[in-house]
């Protein structure tokens, strides 16, 4: 029997173009409609650009390596995004705590560069148009800052046309050269997360757990569980004090410590305390652990 295919809708996962779902993509998105809307604005005869392969006189593409045989002799633009990175802002980019949640906003500013390549079978032609759009986005950066970038324009950069190298397939590049703007570009991420009922921050700290000891101590926890697998019973702050262990009977005194535990806040909701022991703490195999 054939084996059945998973497949992964990106459409569900990644909703549409948007700074906030997709913001790598939406930035091809915003240069490659920049573009188009620049040279759509030419008069015909002059790179005059239509959403018509037949008709169009400049081909601009979202499209890495670009296929020039599918476009004749005229002249083409496609776009090579840059490495992103995030640019830390200070102690663990930290903008906002709560302690009533454990909830935590960070803020960092992602900078990166966006290369626009002007493919053309002439040097001065690609040249040329390379210069009508690096002075196009700096003239009219306030477009792409108000789409929401932190910064746009400053420091663009014009490459001499030269071999296609990547840009174009090898059995392809044969005569054309490419002229390359290096537009560097930066956004501001904020994004919060609550660890208080979310499923994604249970499921990281679970496999974290899994893959690397767990520091209790530092946690406030008793150090003496420290390694062992651990029975967290929730209670709410008792009216008195009681000297009786979680199931209401007198410690014993051969395992005090054990039994005489504090009660605890709960990591993930600060309204709660626990009172957290170690689960067969003395089996052989634990004993000399336990005990040094």
């Not at 006189?57 to 496609?78: A, L, Q, S, T, W």
């Not at 990175?85 to 906003?105: P, V």
Request: glycine content about 6%; charged content about 20%; proline content about 10%.
């Amino acid at each position: 029997m054939p084996g059945s295919i998973n497949r992964t809708e990106s459409a569900r996962s990644f909703p549409g173009s948007s700074f906030k779902y997709t913001p790598l993509r939406h930035i091809r998105v915003l240069f490659a409609s920049f573009v188009q809307g620049l040279f759509a604005a030419a008069p015909p005869n002059n790179y005059h650009w239509t959403n018509d392969d037949q008709t169009t006189e400049i081909i601009i593409r979202d499209e890495n390596p670009i296929h020039v045989e599918n476009y004749g002799e005229r002249p083409c633009v496609n776009f090579t995004p840059g490495r992103a990175q995030f640019y830390s802002l200070g102690m663990d980019d930290l903008a906002d705590y709560s302690f009533q949640t454990d909830g935590k906003t960070k803020s960092v500013l992602v900078p990166g560069t966006m290369s626009i390549n002007v493919s053309s079978r002439n040097d001065i032609e690609a040249h040329d148009l390379a210069w009508v759009i690096g002075e196009h986005i700096w003239l009219l950066r306030d477009l792409f800052m108000k789409k929401g970038f932190f910064e746009l324009g400053r420091g663009i950069d014009i490459s001499p046309p030269g071999p296609p190298g990547s840009v174009i397939p090898a059995d392809q590049a044969d005569g054309w050269y490419v002229s390359t703007v290096s537009v560097p570009w930066q956004f501001n991420r904020t994004s919060k997360f609550t660890p208080l009922g979310r499923r994604i921050v249970n499921s990281i700290e679970t496999t974290f757990q899994l893959r690397d000891p767990v520091h209790y101590e530092s946690l406030g926890w008793p150090s003496a569980v420290f390694g062992y697998p651990l029975n967290i019973q929730e209670s709410f702050p008792p009216p008195f004090y009681d000297a009786s262990d979680v199931y209401g009977s007198t410690p014993d005194p051969a395992r005090a410590r054990d039994y005489a535990l504090p009660r605890v806040p709960h990591p993930l909701n600060p309204s709660k305390t626990v009172y957290v022991r170690a689960v067969y703490p003395y089996r052989a195999r634990n004993r000399s652990a336990y005990l040094r």
